[in-house]
């Protein structure tokens, strides 16, 4: 159970909301602040070039997006194949409720710790 819920939708959450953080709301070459790139540029002595601007603009949130909407609608209760026999085993409650606790928990603690920091 915890090969297939334990890294899914949640770590992939995570990044799709470090990246809005980090670009989007600290400051990117969109919104005029450009304090994102200015931090790279002090780091390195350079901005970055095009190609990363696009990815972290762009590219990178629409596929994190993508895969999120993806994994939340093809999201099935946990099963395992036994292996050693045909058939599935099917998780009773308590599988099921601990698959859904690995799978979404990062989500509620950035959730709750956000709102917690607006307040």
Known sequence: MLDNYAAGVGFIAVAFFMLLAVFWFYGNFINGRMTFLNNIKEMTGQLPGYYYRIMWWFITPTLLLFIIIYSLIEY???????????????????????SYFCNFSPIVIILGVGLYTID
């Open 76 to 98: 099935e209760e946990p099963a395992v194949a036994y292996g050693y026999k045909s058939g599935v085993y099917v998780y009773d409650i308590a599988g099921i409720i601990i």
